[in-house]
Nanobody
């Protein structure tokens, strides 16, 4: 069982930066691949980024490549999403998720989800 709690969302102007954090409970955090998803109003949940249990494999959706960076600290049971050069279209609720397999971009493959944190980018 893994419980996930996101933080770090907020309101930022276009071009600004935010760092999202996801705190995980449980002693087996290092066994889980982690992902970030987002959901904008009226839209389906979208894959953003994923990182393998070791951090050795990382995937991003094309729209955030070069702007977002996913990382993890297994000693602290934390995963992060550094978001730079933010755009209004990045506005969404951001969720972190965990899975024991590593099928990065598929939401239903993730076993545990956080409650989400709102990111709003103004133009």
């Amino acid at each position: 069982q893994v419980q996930l709690v996101e933080s770090g969302g907020g309101l930022v102007q276009a071009g600004g930066s935010l760092r999202l954090s996801c705190a995980a409970s449980g002693r087996t955090f290092s066994r889980y691949a982690m992902g970030w998803f987002r959901q904008a109003p009226g839209k389906e949940r979208e894959f953003v980024a994923a990182i393998s249990w070791s951090g050795g494999s990382i995937y991003y959706v094309d729209s955030v490549k070069g702007r977002f960076t996913i990382s993890r600290d297994n000693a602290k049971n934390m995963v992060y999403l550094q978001m730079n050069s933010l755009k209004p279209e990045d506005t969404a609720v951001y969720y972190c998720a965990a899975q024991l397999d590593y099928i990065p971009g598929v939401a239903y493959e993730y076993d545990y989800w956080g409650q989400g944190t709102q990111v709003t980018v103004s133009s």
